[in-house]
């Protein structure tokens, strides 16, 4: 593989790396969003019953595509953390 290939495959990363990070964003934005909503209404944080419909829901979705269910739980974890960790700021 040629030094130009690799360093047009970095770049994609990059690209797709970048756009990652601005739905992360978005998704922060919309689980502050729920903080208020449950907050007003004196509604618990988490919600098992919720996360684990979430996760199975990705997990299947994720199947579908080929992703490692490891990886999927994983992430869905880093997720999940941090929206109670940004629902509980308020």
């Not at 007003?40 to 269910?69: M, Y």
Request: charged letters at 40%.
């Amino acid at each position: 593989m040629s030094e130009g290939k690799l360093d047009e495959l970095r770049s994609e990363i990059d690209t797709l790396d970048e756009q990652i990070l601005v739905l992360f964003d978005e998704r922060q934005r919309v689980s502050k969003q729920i903080g208020f909503i449950k907050n007003e209404n004196g509604w618990p944080i988490v919600d098992e019953k919720r996360k684990a419909l979430a996760l199975s829901t990705r997990l299947e979705f994720a199947q579908g595509i080929g992703l490692s269910e490891k990886d999927v739980k994983d992430i869905f974890e880093l997720f999940h953390k941090k929206a109670v960790e940004i629902q509980r700021e308020d």
